[in-house]
């Protein structure tokens, strides 16, 4: 085994395992213990070490440090007055496009709305023509230049769905772009297709998803290339039968469910999501009383995407009736033209002030529900022992400031399986 770091002295280690599993040491007469706040498990005066790519022991630092000794580490991390968290889990992008609509967003601020926009040729289809124009070589550029920047505010894995391409050429060409930036990029890339994204010009609605089972899916399958099949199940896109036969071919191709529900309108994607047991429904601001029930009872994760809200102007969702209803909410950024903003730390304040989630939940939201969205393995997103050694060391005494200090990336150290992947 190879000591890979040691990140030691933190004023909180966050580890993100409930309480009472959490280890607790106040050997050779330390005062420092594992707390719990809304069980986080927090170390105070603590250290992690991690061997090869996995945590191997979170504890008081100097129990910690007597056992693995930071001067025999690839990386010593000295988190003196630093609070130190998993790394973060974006489960909703859109990465991977072409183009620039920032134009769009001054016309959103002089009153023109998301559907004026798209009826004059703007919106998802206008990024569906700059896409397909786009050659791999500067759709791969661009997607690193955005996981550069995630990383930076401490996303350690993402999701990333194609969408912009509309055609079974364009989506192929898109998920093998996802592939490839996975393969050279830090940061985990989670592909998920979704050629239902928007009906292309010109085209019949019923066409269109015909193409998408019997032709798009199909050829996804055969390059093995997709974790999930996603669908804009939404007023003026598709309905709840188009959707359902769209998520019932992924689902027979290996691709697990997810779906945009609910966003613009009530139209039942929510419960569509519950019966066909997806991984994840996300957007959710129309979502009912029965909606979240739903969910709750199929185990299928609400994600929900403040973001999104943000940009639009529109209102936001109800994240405190998911929570009382015993939902384990997650929260993404949701990065697409529409909604340019790469930082989960951001998406945490918008949680925070305009959804009513406390701090402890939105770290919860960002990190293990986050994950749990993307059906990774239970440790992921945590700092327990076994938990892959994706490390955030933030700027601040206390994983608060990452919504408190609204507009400021907190993050300064980032470690991807123990190694220093990025340092401000």
Do not use: W
């Not at 193409?211 to 997709?226: F, G, M, R």
């Not at 996603?230 to 027979?252: H, M, N, T």
């Not at 529409?338 to 002030?353: D, K, P, T």
């Amino acid at each position: 085994m190879t000591l890979t770091a040691v990140v030691h002295d933190a004023a909180e280690i966050v580890t993100l395992e409930e309480g009472d599993d959490a280890e607790t040491g106040e050997a050779d007469g330390e005062d420092a213990k594992a707390n719990t706040e809304d069980e986080l498990g927090i170390y105070t005066d603590a250290a992690i070490a991690i061997e090869d790519d996995e945590v191997a022991r979170v504890g008081p630092t100097g129990p910690v440090t007597r056992e693995f000794p930071p001067e025999n580490a690839t990386h010593a991390v000295d988190a003196s007055g630093k609070s130190v968290v998993p790394g973060f889990v974006d489960p909703h992008t859109h990465a991977l496009f072409a183009g620039d609509r920032s134009d769009e967003f001054e016309a959103k601020l002089q009153g023109k709305t998301y559907q004026e926009i798209h009826e004059e040729g703007g919106g998802i289809l206008r990024t569906v023509r700059a896409t397909r124009e786009a050659g791999d070589d500067r759709l791969l550029d661009d997607l690193l230049d955005h996981l550069d920047t995630m990383l930076a505010h401490g996303t350690t894995t993402v999701e990333v769905k194609s969408g912009y391409g509309l055609d079974t050429e364009t989506e192929l060409r898109m998920l093998e772009v996802v592939d490839r930036a996975d393969d050279r990029h830090p940061v985990d890339v989670v592909p998920t297709f979704m050629g239902a994204h928007a009906v292309p010009e010109g085209r019949d609605t019923d066409e269109y998803v015909a193409e998408v089972v019997d032709e798009q899916i199909p050829e996804v399958e055969s390059q093995d290339i997709a974790e999930f099949c996603d669908v804009f199940c939404e007023e003026g896109v598709f309905d709840v039968e188009q959707s359902r036969r769209v998520l019932e071919a992924g689902r027979e191709a290996g691709m697990t469910p997810k779906v945009h529900a609910e966003e613009l309108a009530h139209i039942g994607g929510t419960q569509l999501a519950a019966e066909v047991g997806a991984a994840s429904a996300d957007h959710l601001l129309h979502s009912t009383e029965e909606d979240i029930a739903a969910l709750v009872e199929s185990d299928v994760v609400p994600v929900l995407l403040p973001g999104t809200a943000f940009g639009l102007g529109a209102e936001y969702a109800d994240a405190r009736a998911f929570l009382d209803a015993g939902a384990d909410v997650a929260i993404a950024t949701d990065f697409n033209p529409n909604c340019y903003s790469q930082s989960m730390g951001f998406a945490a304040s918008l949680a925070c002030v305009e959804m009513g989630m406390t701090p402890a939940e939105a770290l919860v939201a960002s990190t293990t529900n986050a994950a749990a969205a993307l059906d990774l393995s239970e440790n992921v997103g945590t700092l327990q022992q076994g938990s892959p050694g994706d490390v955030a060391v933030l700027d601040a005494p206390t994983y608060v400031h990452v919504p408190y200090n609204f507009g400021v990336n907190a993050v300064e150290t980032v470690l991807k399986g123990g190694q220093v992947v990025h340092r401000d």
